[in-house]
């Protein structure tokens, strides 16, 4: 069970998601609650402000502290122990390492920005980590963050369909997947690698390790530098760029 609680001044952008989505089974089935929190409930003054315009002159708004200051007090239990999160374009990039360390927190909770900048004192003051899903101009943090809850929530035990099919995640196992066919054997004259119709298991296990190996060093030669190869991978690595199979 895994409790996100999300600070947005658009809280109505994550209802389609949450409610159309394998995610959807998980908040019904108990295992995943997600918790909106409109930030403009927790201003004070007439007008209800969450931005103001930046101390020193300059263009573009600048999203106020005291009303996340007063939603997190609010909502985030006091200890500690539950993970601050600002969604933001200067956070550290989303890998699945981090997707995996959150997999394991009781709860989560995320800070949608809307803003050109948010005052410098949220950052030292009321946060613990600062994410970023990748180097792309977004108008705000809240489709950020429902990458985060759909990327954590299908690691909870029990996520439909979860099993064991997230243990072989490309970025789990350091590698990309290679080629998948089905049914038919032959659509037009297109046909299904022999291999994967001789029955033999032991050939096909090899020729799905050659394949996966053979795309990653062609399409992510980087991701290979961090995983464990054995000395047969290395092996097949060594053919594959000899034979420059992979024009
Ligand atoms: C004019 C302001 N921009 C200067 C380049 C800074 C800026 C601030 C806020 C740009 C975009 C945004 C809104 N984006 C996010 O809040 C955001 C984001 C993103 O834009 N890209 C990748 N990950 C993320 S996480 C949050």
Known sequence: MIVFDILSVFPEMFQSTLGNSLIKRSIDNGLVEVNLHNIRNYTRDRHRTTDDTPYGGGGGMVMKVEPVANALKAIVPTGGKTPVILLSPQGETLKQKIVEELSQCSRVVLICGHYEGIDERIREHLIDREIS????????????????VDSVSRLVPGFVGNSDSVLYDSFSTGLLEGPHYTRPREYENWGVPEVLLSGHQKKIDEWRRRESLKRTLQRRPDMLKQVDLTEEDKRMIQELVGDSELV
């Open 133 to 148: 899903i990748g180097d792309y101009v977004l108008s705000g943090g809240e489709l950020p963050a429902m990458i985060v």
